[in-house]
């Protein structure tokens, strides 16, 4: 079946250092890929996404790539800061589901 | 862009009552929506898909008689617990799906405390 995999938190970093929360997965066909965060007190809000094998999703200086070989989406940035604070959670769309990982929660130090 | 609102935030209720909870795509059309549940420090659990005009489609080992989907119209599904106890207290997020069904839109989520 399909499934994610994402590395256990917390992970705690100090401001302006590099980060890379690791995301692995299962599938039986060809999903869509997405990373998700969810700050203290709120919803779901979509981070970036990946539809197809090489794509890369980015936003507010976060990138993953859609890697088909190793079955991977990586989350990283250049430079973390306090605002981003919060629990990430990978996850992947096949046929109208979604599937989550566990979530890291992501602890930034000033 | 695309918002999916649900009320109430947060409810507590009594033992053995029923608690309703509403999940709206406020600028958009959503003949699908998703419920999930929330316990802490987890992921998310997909508990059924809401499916305008017909049933809703329950994952396995979700209770039906328990949990009550209506979706009612186009922009309104529900969620409601019935009998609550307090293994049912948990954080309940809705989604609908726009734009070809390669996004979800999530609701802010509704925390239930049943004492």
């Known amino acids: 079946g399909n499934s994610v995999t994402q590395m256990e938190g917390p992970v705690t970093l100090s401001e302006e250092a590099f980060l890379t929360i690791n995301c692995t997965y299962t599938?039986?066909?060809?999903?869509?890929l997405f990373w998700y965060v969810q700050y203290p007190g709120e919803g779901l809000q979509l981070l970036l996404k990946a539809t197809k094998a090489d794509d890369k999703g980015s936003n507010k200086g976060f990138e993953a790539t859609y890697r088909k070989e190793t079955t991977s989406f990586h989350l990283e940035k250049g430079s973390v800061q306090v605002s981003d604070s919060a629990v990430y959670f990978c996850?992947?769309?096949?046929?109208?589901?979604?599937?989550f990982g566990k979530g890291t929660r992501l602890h930034i130090l000033p | 862009g695309a918002v999916v609102s649900q009320h109430p935030s947060r409810v507590i209720c009594k033992s053995g009552t029923s608690v309703k909870i509403e999940c709206r795509s406020l600028d958009f059309q959503a003949t699908t929506m998703f419920w999930y549940r929330q316990f802490p420090k987890q992921s998310l659990m997909l508990m059924a898909t809401s499916n305008e005009g017909s049933k809703a489609t329950y994952e396995q080992g979700v209770e039906k008689d328990k949990f009550l989907i209506n979706h009612a119209s186009l922009t309104l599904s529900t969620l409601t617990v019935t009998s609550a106890h307090p293994e049912d207290s948990s954080f309940y997020i809705c989604?609908?799906?726009?734009?070809?069904?390669?996004?979800?839109?999530f609701g802010p989520g509704t925390r239930l405390t049943v004492l």
């Open positions: 996850a992947l769309y096949y046929l109208d589901k979604i599937i």
């Open positions: 599938a039986t066909g060809y999903p869509s």
């Open positions: 989604s609908a799906p726009r734009g070809g069904h390669n996004e979800q839109f």
